[in-house]
């Protein structure tokens, strides 16, 4: 099956996603450090630590200045924990830009949800997994968590107008359960739009790398990823996760991606998109639909596109319009008149759009190089510059980024085999 999934999936047949470092289509903003869970796998130390709002309005005008973008994440920590998270909200609506806040869900109160959607908000991303220890959810499987995910998205559902997406960390003794989250999204994709998988990386301390800061070895373990022996693999890939979703739906397509810094053909942000009504696809658009929408936007608004609200993704019935110009939305067509001639009645109900996109984080090559997400869109701000999020922990406690290199032997010594890929 791996061989199989290696060959379909060929970086040159899919749409390269256009998004660089100063045109993308998100900035992530962290306004406070502070978080209610203690989740295996997070890239960010704990702290007591809220930013003012100045502090804000100040990293919105670096990326203002620095970077052209659609929409906010807001992330932390909790950013449901900022005591003045609302403003925050309104801050960002204000500067016409898309406020999506990032949480696990923990601290929102249906009086919050109000208060926010009030504010501009146009999303949630509900960061939901397992190895979370989540009071009440403890020791639950994925699967048994989609319980917890359901009432999250009808909650949403009920507030109006407001996207909803689900994160989920990838460890290796959840990759299995991977194709029923893809089912359950499926099933509830009126109520859930966006589906992402996480593959877990770590810093391996006694592993195939050293690591270096300003050319001298540091000392990597106060990082909140460090790892000592890792009880999870660290080097899960997307092609991986495809390969496991394809198991069980075999026409699992993905029509789009991002490269890696230092290898071209990885597959660092791979994103499907795919059309159908409550527990019915019809099938997954092809890389042309994908190039359309974010170039139009771009021409039409000066911007690439990260979030369509809800109605428009009700709307698929429109965006058949475009099948001339791509063999996926044809295809798709012709499944739902199929359809449509057994069950003549489904002809009133909406076709609604929902991705699954899946995410593989920082690799290490075994010379040392760090293949990062090319053209990443969850870059944030650390001392007035743009920064991946996703290390920002080592420019707070190194005062910049960790370079690796490989494991030098000691006299007498075996060379370390160059096989683990982790993070720096």
């Given at each position: 099956?791996?061989?199989?999934?290696?060959r379909?999936?060929?970086?040159?047949e899919?749409?390269?996603?256009?998004?660089?470092?100063?045109d993308?289509?998100?900035?992530w903003?962290?306004?406070t450090?502070?978080?209610?869970?203690?989740?295996?796998g997070?890239y960010?130390a704990n702290?007591?630590s809220?930013?003012?709002?100045?502090?804000?309005q100040?990293e919105?005008d670096v990326?203002?200045r620095?970077r052209?973008?659609?929409s906010?994440?807001?992330?932390?920590g909790?950013?449901?924990?900022h005591p003045?998270?609302?403003?925050?909200?309104?801050?960002?609506?204000?500067?016409d830009h898309?406020?999506?806040i990032?949480t696990?869900?923990?601290?929102?109160?249906?009086e919050?949800?109000?208060e926010?959607k009030?504010?501009?908000?146009?999303?949630?991303?509900?960061?939901?997994d397992s190895?979370?220890?989540?009071?009440?959810w403890?020791?639950k499987?994925?699967?048994?968590l989609?319980?917890?995910?359901?009432?999250?998205a009808?909650?949403?559902?009920?507030?109006g107008?407001?996207?909803?997406?689900f994160?989920?960390?990838?460890?290796e003794?959840?990759?299995?359960?991977v194709p029923?989250?893809?089912?359950?999204a499926q099933d509830?994709?009126?109520?859930?739009?966006n589906m992402?998988f996480?593959?877990?990386?770590?810093a391996?301390l006694e592993?195939?790398?050293?690591?270096f800061r300003?050319?001298?070895?540091i000392?990597v373990?106060?990082?909140?990823?460090?790892?000592d022996?890792?009880?999870?693999?660290?080097?899960?890939?997307?092609?991986?996760?495809?390969?496991k979703?394809?198991e069980r739906?075999?026409?699992f397509a993905?029509g789009?991606?991002?490269?890696?810094?230092?290898?071209p053909?990885?597959?660092?942000w791979l994103?499907?998109?795919r059309?159908?009504s409550?527990?019915?696809?019809?099938?997954?658009?092809?890389?042309?639909?994908?190039?359309l929408g974010?170039v139009?936007?771009?021409?039409?608004f000066?911007?690439?596109?990260?979030?369509l609200?809800?109605g428009?993704?009700r709307?698929?019935?429109?965006?058949?319009?475009?099948?001339?110009?791509?063999?996926?939305?044809?295809s798709?067509?012709a499944?739902?008149l199929?359809h449509l001639?057994?069950?003549p009645?489904?002809?009133?109900?909406s076709l609604?759009?929902?991705?699954i996109?899946?995410i593989?984080?920082?690799?290490?090559?075994?010379?040392g190089?760090q293949?990062m997400?090319?053209?990443?869109?969850?870059i944030?701000?650390?001392?007035?510059?743009?920064?991946?999020?996703?290390?920002l922990?080592?420019?707070?406690k190194?005062?910049?980024?960790?370079?690796?290199?490989?494991r030098r032997c000691a006299?007498?010594e075996?060379?370390?085999?160059l096989?683990?890929a982790g993070?720096a």
């Amino acid at each position: 099956m791996q061989a199989k999934v290696n060959r379909d999936l060929d970086h040159r047949e899919l749409y390269r996603l256009p998004w660089t470092l100063s045109d993308n289509v998100i900035a992530w903003l962290e306004p406070t450090a502070k978080c209610n869970l203690a989740c295996e796998g997070c890239y960010r130390a704990n702290e007591d630590s809220h930013k003012p709002l100045a502090q804000i309005q100040q990293e919105l005008d670096v990326f203002e200045r620095a970077r052209t973008f659609d929409s906010v994440s807001i992330a932390g920590g909790d950013p449901l924990l900022h005591p003045e998270i609302v403003e925050i909200v309104r801050m960002i609506a204000a500067r016409d830009h898309k406020p999506i806040i990032n949480t696990n869900g923990l601290a929102l109160t249906d009086e919050l949800l109000r208060e926010l959607k009030a504010a501009g908000a146009a999303g949630f991303t509900f960061h939901i997994d397992s190895k979370q220890g989540r009071p009440g959810w403890k020791n639950k499987t994925e699967v048994q968590l989609n319980e917890l995910r359901l009432s999250f998205a009808e909650r949403v559902a009920r507030a109006g107008g407001l996207l909803c997406s689900f994160n989920s960390t990838v460890y290796e003794d959840t990759l299995d359960q991977v194709p029923e989250l893809v089912q359950f999204a499926q099933d509830h994709i009126d109520v859930i739009h966006n589906m992402v998988f996480i593959t877990l990386r770590g810093a391996l301390l006694e592993g195939d790398f050293e690591y270096f800061r300003g050319g001298e070895k540091i000392d990597v373990a106060p990082l909140q990823y460090a790892v000592d022996q890792p009880r999870q693999r660290i080097d899960l890939t997307s092609r991986e996760v495809v390969a496991k979703i394809r198991e069980r739906f075999p026409d699992f397509a993905p029509g789009a991606y991002l490269g890696g810094t230092e290898k071209p053909d990885s597959l660092k942000w791979l994103l499907a998109g795919r059309i159908g009504s409550p527990g019915k696809i019809h099938g997954y658009v092809g890389p042309r639909t994908i190039e359309l929408g974010q170039v139009a936007n771009h021409a039409v608004f000066g911007r690439y596109l990260a979030y369509l609200s809800p109605g428009m993704l009700r709307q698929g019935k429109l965006m058949l319009g475009l099948a001339p110009f791509d063999p996926g939305l044809r295809s798709i067509a012709a499944n739902w008149l199929r359809h449509l001639a057994r069950h003549p009645l489904a002809a009133k109900d909406s076709l609604h759009f929902q991705s699954i996109m899946v995410i593989q984080p920082i690799d290490v090559l075994p010379d040392g190089r760090q293949n990062m997400c090319d053209g990443c869109p969850d870059i944030t701000v650390h001392d007035g510059q743009l920064v991946w999020s996703c290390r920002l922990d080592e420019c707070l406690k190194y005062g910049g980024f960790v370079q690796t290199s490989p494991r030098r032997c000691a006299a007498g010594e075996r060379p370390v085999p160059l096989h683990r890929a982790g993070v720096a």
